[in-house]
């Protein structure tokens, strides 16, 4: 019950967060974004990637370890010699570039320039992707700890 407990707001958290990231990235295709709407979606995808990053944190330190061994002896090793490694790695990009994400559209001015929009665009379509992408990397994992289980 405990894993479930932790790892449950991860992955809501993080979905939630991908959805606010694809939310700004809608939002910088209009020729006048709204720039209520632009601050409201990136402060909600910095606050709910950090969110994600620290319960899945959380669950990494206090309760992944028995879930390693599984996975490792397991018939799929590399689920967590590969998946694993890159998620762990790629994980540290999505709350700086959430951070930063209001930050380029905090001010009229900065909300307005067809460069910074095209910046905001970019960093909300990466943190989409790689948020996308912790989804796939979690869906393995636990299939690598479903086929380690079933042996």
């Known amino acids: 019950m405990l894993p479930e407990v ?5 992955v809501v958290f993080g979905v939630l967060g991908t959805f606010a990231a694809f939310a700004v990235y809608i939002e910088t295709l209009g020729s006048d974004p709204d720039g209520r709407r632009l601050r409201l979606f990136s402060a909600a995808t910095a606050l709910l990637i950090w969110l994600a990053f620290l319960a899945g944190g959380a669950f990494y330190v206090t309760l992944y370890g028995p879930d390693k061994a599984i996975i490792l002896d397991g018939p799929w090793p590399w689920a967590h010699k590969v998946v694993m490694e890159t998620k762990e790695h ?5 709350p700086l570039l959430a951070s930063a994400l209001p ?7 900065l909300r307005t320039s ?7 665009r970019a960093m ?8 996308l992408a912790m989804e796939g990397f979690g869906a393995i994992l636990s299939y690598g700890i479903r086929l380690g289980l079933s042996q």
């Open 124 to 131: 909300a379509g990466l943190i989409v992707f790689l948020g």
């Open 103 to 109: 930050l380029v559209v905090a001010e009229k001015a």
């Open 90 to 94: 790629w994980a540290i990009l999505l």
């Open 114 to 120: 067809p460069g910074n929009l095209r910046v905001a």
């Open 6 to 10: 932790l790892s449950s707001p991860h």
